[in-house]
């Protein structure tokens, strides 16, 4: 399931009220055989700014997620990895939480890409 969560960014001044944003979320559906026990958040994407942006987002993750080439494999600072989505365009939609292994990430990876096309897109806001 895709989920768009509210959230706060930050204004720059205190003299201003925080603006809403949303964020897509990508969540194992927990009768999926691919879900994870304690159905952990799969991918978040980054902070947008208005709906019209986060639903884009969340379709982008339905379109690109079944590629492979899409996802970029990286490590952390401390040494967990984790993975980026990224879209036809290069630009990163959303990225995974860190993994313990090497093998948790490709498992993220291979469930991000069989529930990521046929997601149902969820407003949660």
Aim: proline letters at 9%.
């Amino acid at each position: 399931m895709i989920n768009r969560r509210p959230a706060t960014v930050p204004s720059s001044s205190a003299a201003y009220p925080p603006r809403p944003a949303t964020s897509a979320v990508l969540e194992p559906n927990s009768t999926s055989p691919s879900a994870a026990p304690d159905s952990e958040r799969i991918l978040q994407s980054d902070i947008y700014s208005s709906r019209a942006s986060a639903q884009n987002g969340a379709h982008s993750v339905k379109t690109n997620s079944g590629n492979d080439a899409r996802y970029e494999r990286l490590t952390a600072r401390d040494g967990k990895p984790y993975f980026v989505l990224r879209g036809a365009n290069h630009e990163p939609i959303g990225t995974s939480e860190m993994h313990d292994s090497t093998s948790a990430r490709a498992d993220g990876i291979a469930s991000c890409g069989l529930n990521g096309p046929t997601a149902e897109i969820v407003d949660q806001s």
